[in-house]
């Protein structure tokens, strides 16, 4: 089942805000991604260029024991690319 197991709110470096959502599904091992605006808007998380200068996105939960270790690859990916994490939660250990 596809659960919300955090979100971060990033910035660019013009100060715009948009919120990263991560969804995880561990029966079947897949990760989802959504980005919005404060005002819903969905944007492509290849906007954030992550992989630019760090790693890529998460794409599966088996390299991953918890999901902090996940939000933790997340906010890494999201750091190295033209984003930066503002702010983070974790709704699922």
Same mark, same amino acid.
């Given at each position: 089942?596809?659960? %919300?197991?955090g979100?971060?709110? &990033?910035?660019?470096?013009?100060?715009n805000h948009k919120t990263l959502k991560v969804f995880a599904n561990r029966q079947v091992g897949t990760v989802d991604f959504s980005l919005t605006n404060s005002g819903?808007?969905?944007f492509s998380?290849?906007?954030m260029q992550c992989?630019?200068?760090g790693p890529? %996105?998460?794409d599966n939960t088996y390299?991953?024991?918890t999901n902090k270790v996940l939000m933790k690859a997340v906010k890494e990916a999201v750091n190295g690319? &033209?984003?930066h994490v503002v702010e983070e939660k974790l709704f699922i250990q």
């Open positions: 089942m596809r659960q %919300l197991i979100k971060f709110e &990033v910035a660019d470096s013009y100060g819903g808007t969905s998380i290849g906007n992989g630019w200068r890529q %996105l998460p390299e991953y024991p690319g &033209v984003c």
